[in-house]
């Protein structure tokens, strides 16, 4: 289990999945940058991780695109040395009738949810295949398997996220470089919580025969679980974190 001096890039890591995750991957040894927009929450979870007796640096980025993505990856590397893992985990969710979708919309969901994992990734895994490997998750999440009226947007853009996780297999494994994706199903986090509220959220958990929400931290030990040597024979694979929903 262990990532012993592993440097790990977090996105979205002041937050929710990506918070948890962050916690995880450093109780298990890994050097973590925390990534996101809000300085003062990466401040705190830096915090967290470092009282708990584990190593980790904020690197604040608002990202959308190449540029952001290939100065996040400097800026990581500045922090605490080359990237050996990658979790591509911020994202935001655009939701509504397809009519009513403004524009400005679709491309910022389009945007961090698929760009800048892409351009990340550019920016990564060249360099772990020169040194002997890395391991790469994306998240991505349970509407990307089936049809949902209002989540078009969102749910494509993840759709694209799993089939680039497939790609970025075939490209890079052959390297030592593993990718794969966790796809999770309704979890409690900051996000979900403002979006749906915590009724809504529960009503989207009955569905699953797991009868409930996931906790953040259930989704990052998935995560944690492709990331570890267990996982070694693991690659190209979309694993499902949902109460069992999509097998049912
Ligand atoms: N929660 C669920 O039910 C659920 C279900 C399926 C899949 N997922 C997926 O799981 C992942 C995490 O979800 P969550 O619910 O934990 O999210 P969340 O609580 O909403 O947190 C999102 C994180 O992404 C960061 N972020 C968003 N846009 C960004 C941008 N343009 N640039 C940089 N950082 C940005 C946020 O940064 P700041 O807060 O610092 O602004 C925050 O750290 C997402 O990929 C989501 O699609 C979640």
């Known amino acids: ?3 012993s001096g592993k440097v790990a890039l977090v996105t979205g890591a002041t937050s929710g999945i990506g918070r ?13 940058v925390v990534s996101g927009r809000d300085a003062e929450r990466g401040a705190e979870a830096v915090r967290q991780i470092r009282d708990a007796g584990g190593v980790a640096d904020f ?3 608002e990202l959308s695109g190449a540029a952001d993505a290939r100065a996040l990856v400097r800026a990581a590397e500045e922090l605490l040395g080359p990237v050996d893992i990658l979790v591509n985990n911020a994202a935001i969710a655009v939701f509504g009738a397809t009519a009513s979708i403004a524009e400005d919309d679709f491309d910022a969901c389009y945007a961090i949810n698929v760009k800048v994992p892409f351009f ?3 920016a990564v895994a060249p360099g772990m295949a020169a040194r002997g490997g890395g391991v790469i998750v994306n998240v991505s999440t349970m509407v990307a398997s089936f049809g949902t009226a209002g989540s078009a947007v969102y749910a494509s853009s993840k759709a ?10 075939a490209e890079f494994g052959p390297h030592k470089v ?13 996000g979900t919580t403002g979006q749906y509220g915590a009724e809504r959220l529960a009503a989207l958990g009955a569905q699953a025969p797991a009868r409930r929400v996931a906790e953040a931290r259930e989704i990052a030990e998935t995560i944690g679980f492709l990331v570890g040597d267990q996982a070694g024979f693991v690659h190209g694979a979309i694993l499902p974190a949902d109460g069992g929903r999509t097998a049912v």
């Open 20 to 32: 948890a995750t962050a916690e995880l991957l450093a109780e298990r040894g890994a050097h973590v």
């Open 160 to 169: 694209a996220l799993e089939l680039l996780t497939k790609s970025w297999a």
């Open 59 to 61: 690197a604040g980025a």
């Open 120 to 122: 990340l990734v550019g």
């Open 178 to 190: 593993r990718v794969n994706a966790v796809a999770p199903g309704p979890t409690r986090t900051e």
């Open 1 to 3: 289990m262990s990532l």
